[in-house]
């Protein structure tokens, strides 16, 4: 198993800022892709930002500009910094891998999502 753990979200006035931050654990081999997804209320989730094991980054229309995605490979931690935000960045961020993970002698592909962390964006 590979677990992602979240922290970070909080309630931040319009214009603020904040960091998330996404560290997983488990029998990791290694992780292709780390992500942000969210998911406001009566909404389908979306894809905000993700990053590969090198470095490339793919950002939402939305969230271009104020958003930034990093990641650092020795920790298996991904980061969200988010700035300029707006009420309509209210939602529940959840964190996303893919990867190898190793059991016993073998390895098997996983992809696993964190708990989830909410972002309140209100005055």
């Known amino acids: 198993q590979v677990q992602l753990v979240e922290s970070g979200g909080g309630l931040v006035q319009p214009g603020g800022s904040l960091r998330l931050s996404c560290a997983a654990s488990g029998s990791i081999f290694s992780i292709n892709a780390m992500g942000w997804y969210r998911q406001a209320p009566g909404k389908q989730r979306e894809l905000v930002a993700a990053i590969t094991s090198g470095g490339s980054t793919n950002y939402a229309d939305s969230v271009k500009g104020r958003f930034t995605i990093s990641r650092d490979n020795a920790k298996n931690t991904v980061y969200l910094q988010m700035n300029s935000l707006k009420p309509e960045d209210t939602a529940v961020y959840y964190c996303?891998?893919?990867?190898?993970?190793?059991?016993?002698?073998?390895?098997?592909?996983?992809?696993?999502w964190g708990q989830g962390t909410q972002v309140t964006v209100s005055s």
């Open positions: 996303n891998a893919d990867g190898v993970r190793e059991y016993g002698s073998s390895w098997y592909p996983f992809g696993s």
